[in-house]
């Protein structure tokens, strides 16, 4: 980049014009001020959020990144995570090193400040520019699916109609022959339209040690999907033997079922519960797949999603993190990293 580049650091209140106005010139999908608000004012921390201006030599916003600190609980303790987002460049200066300089101008701000942890989510190219400013990979992240309907990819590989047909009669017998022998007389859904304090009694009880993942207490979750400007989820509580012992959170969009949550008290509960809900989803006769849009390889849960019946797809991105004072502690903990993690 040939000239001159200058940096700011503002509030997001009070400069929710400005931020709107760069996002919606340089990003493909069009925000509105009612999304911003409930993105970076919607849940309540301690420190407000907080926005990095690149400058051009005449003063003119050419970018940002924005920081929202987000509840996070490492080891059982809860701490305030720097998340990172929103970095946006004006096109014609991507390509000249101006989101390296914004970043590493950004990374120096946070260990000015020794914010506990900085943790990002980002494309390829993004995870180029963060790494270069001393940012860490933790663990790669990939969707699963499981199939309801597989007659598309079958009819690409298998160019028979007859066997095709077959094949795919076959698989849904077997399908749904595996889930009509399973024993769940222990295990039920029911049906919530609201995160009472049942949620919070569910969050403390959750065994949080030797793990970082975000807060999932009854105030985050109503903020994240009960106010949500335009999404409309559907929430199912996992009851056994009288117990609720997890939840899954979910929405239907055209021919799929988007898992957005799934939590369970133990690790066990995670097949029986997800056969009642593939049980259920059978009911909708459109739907083609479950997807779960993403979760860390290295996730708790991984190989119980494998066993239930899920496919794990090719690696779509990575997690990374920033800590002024101890990166390696963060590193060493077991990461429960979900959609959860991203902003709906």
Same mark, same amino acid.
């Given at each position: ?25 340089? +990003? ?49 303790? +809860? ?18 090193? /101006? ?8 990374? /120096? ?33 990939? =969707? ?46 029911? /049906? ?36 949500? =400007? ?9 009851? +056994? ?33 997800? +056969? ?23 996730? =708790? ?44």
């Amino acid at each position: 980049m040939t000239e001159k580049v200058s940096f700011s650091v503002t509030t997001y209140e009070g400069h929710e014009k400005e931020v709107l106005e760069i996002l919606n010139r340089n +990003r493909p999908e069009k925000f509105s001020v009612k999304y911003l608000n409930w993105r970076y004012l919607g849940e309540k921390s301690p420190i407000p959020p907080i926005v990095f201006w690149i400058h051009s030599e005449d003063g003119t916003r050419i970018g940002m990144s924005a920081l929202i600190f987000r509840s996070y609980w490492v080891n059982d303790k +809860r701490h305030y995570f720097a998340i990172s987002g929103d970095t946006s460049i004006s096109k014609e200066c991507r390509g000249k090193g /101006a989101g390296k300089k914004l970043f590493k101008f950004k990374t /120096a701000y946070i260990k000015d400040k020794r914010y506990t942890c900085a943790f990002g989510i980002g494309t390829p190219a993004a995870v180029r520019v963060v790494s270069h400013a001393g940012w860490e990979t933790v663990d790669n992240l990939s =969707p699963y699916v499981y199939l309801i309907n597989i007659s598309g990819k079958i009819y690409k590989v298998i160019k028979n109609k007859s066997l095709a047909k077959i094949i795919e009669y076959l698989y849904v017998l077997c399908s749904k022959t595996k889930l009509f022998l399973l024993k769940n007389s222990s295990y039920n859904l029911i /049906a919530v339209e609201d995160f009472d304090d049942s949620f919070d009694s569910f969050w403390v009880e959750l065994d949080k040690k030797n793990i970082v993942l975000r807060d999932r207490s009854s105030a985050i979750l109503r903020w994240r999907y009960s106010t949500h =400007p335009f999404e409309k989820i559907s929430t199912y509580k996992i009851i +056994r033997n009288q117990k609720f012992v997890g939840y899954i959170i979910w929405k239907q969009l055209n021919n799929m079922v988007i898992i957005y949550d799934l939590i369970v008290i133990e690790k066990d509960h995670i097949k029986p519960s997800l +056969r009642l809900f593939i049980k259920e989803i059978l009911k909708i006769k459109e739907i083609e797949s479950i997807r779960i849009p993403l979760i860390n390889v290295n996730h =708790p849960y991984a190989s119980k999603l494998i066993k239930t019946g899920f496919i794990k797809r090719s690696d779509e991105g990575v997690f990374q993190i920033y800590s002024p004072t101890n990166t390696e502690e963060y590193i060493s903990k077991k990461w429960f990293v979900s959609n959860v993690d991203k902003d709906i």
